[in-house]
């Protein structure tokens, strides 16, 4: 069956760069937000509900419209977080609850830091598209570190997205959750070590 | 070889209606075809750089799908609109007389059908939510044929407009085809009656 597909990808490494453990899955993840996403998108609308990662409301404008004079600024889906940003991006955490449909966040968050029980995290990257025969994908990927010397489990992981509109209707900047997905089997980060999360996304005619 | 299953399909459905509105056949189906566009479109969106695709005039055309901060001038921003009015058939749901399978860089229906046989009214939302576990939006648009013959529709695409203006740099419109798709068995619309095609994306998890 053709359509959108993705899978994630965990590879983690001792303090040498060693691969310990690798993971790979198919990724189920993509949630009612990216729908909602799509569809505001498609109609060109402003003022779209979307569930922020609270749980409470917030407004995704597709559509942009500024007269001269004041400021304007539009980024839809951003996922491509700076270092040590844990907000959204390429995201990781120990939750262990089955997805649902309407999940809003992860449901237990590694935090970015040093100290024990967290992770550094690193910038997204991206990876150009390949169109493999009749097969087309591009990547999403993050590395995180482990520095404070205690070895870290993750157990699920997932995709927090940027948007950002400012227009005559006003300034919204909002994050939510696109993508989730808890792992078949945790990934331990080693002492010292790193985890590399990739998403690929793909589709094929 | 890992294959992963489908998390965001799209499923088309055709109903060919007489000129009095009687059901004639309804046919549906998993819309097999995400065009590269697709995909690149996403990959430019989740990090907010452009990237070159071509339009459905085989015209490589730069796309932002973001609008950097900016102020004292006019910004107009109209990300992939496929909301398409009535007799514009530049864009929206299409249908086409073209048989020739899809690849993933096809930029236009192999053959679109004038506007003069098959007259286009608007594509519209029709619905959008929930169902267990599933997330959709579809979208319609009827098709009239006032020519004087049937018409023998064989293939679907959803083209989406492009529009970036801030300040003097004017991008676009620009109409870029998302999806195509090839019917297996021709669906023949008689002379004075009407099909109606929905175009149905959604999420599984």
């Known amino acids: 069956m053709s359509g959108l597909k993705a899978y ?31 569809r505001a998108l498609f109609s060109a609308q402003h003022s779209n509900p979307i569930v922020l990662l609270d749980g409470s409301e917030g407004r995704f404008d597709a559509y942009c419209f500024v007269d001269g004079g004041t ?83 993750v157990k699920e992981v997932g995709l927090i997205a940027f948007h950002r509109c400012t227009d005559d209707n006003g300034d919204t900047q909002i994050k939510f959750l696109i ?15 790193t985890l590399l999360v990739e998403y690929e996304i793909s589709c094929t005619v | ?54 339009d459905r005039s085989n015209t490589d055309r730069e796309v932002y799908t973001h609008v950097p901060a900016t102020s004292g001038v006019d910004v107009e921003f109209i990300n992939m609109d496929v909301k398409a009015p009535a007799d514009n058939v530049d864009y929206g749901i299409l249908v086409g007389y073209g048989t020739t399978s899809p690849t993933p860089s096809d930029y236009d229906l192999g053959s679109p059908a004038p506007n003069s046989e098959l007259k286009a009214y608007e594509t519209s939302l029709e619905e959008y939510g929930v169902s267990g576990n599933e997330t959709y939006a579809t979208f319609k648009r009827v098709f009239e044929n006032v ?8 293939e679907l695409g959803l083209a989406a407009k492009y529009y970036r203006k801030v300040g003097t740099d004017e991008r676009g419109p620009w109409y870029f085809l998302l999806i195509r798709d090839v019917l297996s068995t021709g669906q023949t619309v008689p002379a004075g009656a009407s099909v109606t095609v929905r175009y149905k994306v959604k999420t599984v998890t």
């Open chain 1, 8 to 38: 994630v990808k965990l590879t983690a490494r001792d303090r040498e760069g060693r691969v310990v453990q690798q993971l790979t899955m198919e990724s189920r993840s993509f949630l009612f937000n990216l729908i909602k996403v799509l």
């Open chain 1, 71 to 153: 400021m304007s600024t539009n980024w839809w889906c951003h996922l491509m977080a700076p270092k040590e940003d844990d907000s959204f991006g390429v995201v990781v955490g120990n939750g262990t609850t089955p997805v649902a449909i309407d999940d809003y966040n992860l449901e237990s968050k590694i935090l970015h830091g040093e100290g024990m029980g967290r992770l550094y995290y690193w910038d997204v990257k991206s990876e150009e598209v390949v169109v493999d025969g009749n097969t087309i994908k591009f990547k999403v990927k993050r590395v995180f570190e482990e520095r404070a010397g205690s070895s870290v489990d």
């Open chain 1, 179 to 193: 993508a989730r997905d808890v792992l078949t089997s945790t990934v331990t980060v080693p002492a010292q070590g």
């Open chain 2, 1 to 54: 070889m890992f294959k992963p299953r489908v998390n965001v399909q799209v499923e088309y459905e055709i109903e060919v209606r007489d000129k009095a509105g009687r059901l004639l056949r309804r046919v549906s189906g998993t819309a097999e075809s995400f065009l590269s566009r697709f995909i690149e479109w996403l990959l430019t969106g989740f990090v907010s750089t452009p990237y070159s695709f071509k």
């Open chain 2, 147 to 154: 020519s004087s013959a049937d018409k023998t529709i064989n």
